[in-house]
């Protein structure tokens, strides 16, 4: 159980376009799901948390207008990044808890490696 | 706030042999972690965690040890794969909202055959 897949697993685009990556959970629902960012042999880094039906909580210095999160149902989240630049060329990867199990245990997507020309 | 450290960027060890990944934390009010193990170009599994209201917390091959006077855990991975080689991140909840995790820094283990 706890599986959590992301589509797609790899975008590239150019430069002012925008990219929708896909999160879902597919053998239970969240009610919670958060999105990271990790750069090259770094650790990774919460953008936000994202609540079914609500809006979503970015962290300091994420920019919630290029970072569109929406979780629309209890098993689906997307993230939208808006006129993307080469700079926001990233891995991104999200993450699912599963409140049947553990208390704070997330279950992560495999990631989608984003690529802006 | 919590931080977890990770102060060991890389760890070497041979297979067969005992794995010993450490992470240390600053706030002792929050006490639940989590290790997560990662290959790259993917997304973090979990392997195991552990509450304060125990000082170990076994699964197979790998266990967790909590030393709370000392701010300290470590995952002990007996006996080491190949296959075990990846980045280790120890992780906590830190007592934030809808609980999100802090995590580490990163260990990269290297098991050699």
């Known amino acids: 159980g706890a599986v959590v897949s992301q589509h797609p697993s790899r975008v590239i685009c150019k430069s002012g376009t925008s990219v929708k990556i896909e999160c879902r959970s597919l053998?239970?629902?969240?009610?919670?799901m958060f999105w990271y960012r990790q750069f090259p042999k770094q650790s990774l880094m919460l953008m936000a948390t994202?609540?079914?039906?609500?809006?979503?909580?970015?962290e300091q210095g994420v920019e919630k207008d290029k970072f569109l999160i929406n979780h629309a149902s209890l098993t689906l989240s997307t993230l939208t990044v808006t006129s993307a630049h080469p700079e926001d060329s990233s891995f991104y990867i999200c993450?699912?808890?599963?409140?049947?199990?553990?208390?704070?245990?997330?279950?992560f997507g495999p990631g989608t490696r984003l690529t802006v020309t | 706030d919590q931080q977890v450290k990770q102060n060991s960027p890389s760890l070497s060890v041979q297979e067969g042999r005992i794995s010993i990944l450490n992470c240390d934390y600053t706030?002792?009010?929050?006490?639940?972690f989590l290790w997560y193990k990662k290959y790259p170009a993917e997304g973090p599994t979990f392997l195991i965690s552990i509450s304060s209201i125990k000082d170990k917390n076994e699964d197979g091959r790998f266990t967790v040890f909590l030393n709370k006077s000392a701010k300290h855990l470590s995952l002990h991975i007996v006996p080491s794969q190949p296959g075990d080689s990846a980045v280790y991140f120890c992780?906590?909840?830190?007592?934030?909202?809808?609980?999100?995790?802090?995590f580490g820094q990163g260990t990269i283990l290297t098991v050699h055959p």
């Open positions: 706030n002792s009010m929050f006490d639940y």
């Open positions: 993450s699912a808890r599963d409140y049947r199990e553990g208390a704070y245990e997330q279950y």
């Open positions: 992780a906590s909840p830190g007592g934030t909202s809808y609980g999100k995790l802090t």
């Open positions: 994202s609540n079914e039906g609500s809006k979503a909580t970015y």
């Open positions: 053998d239970f629902q969240a009610t919670t």
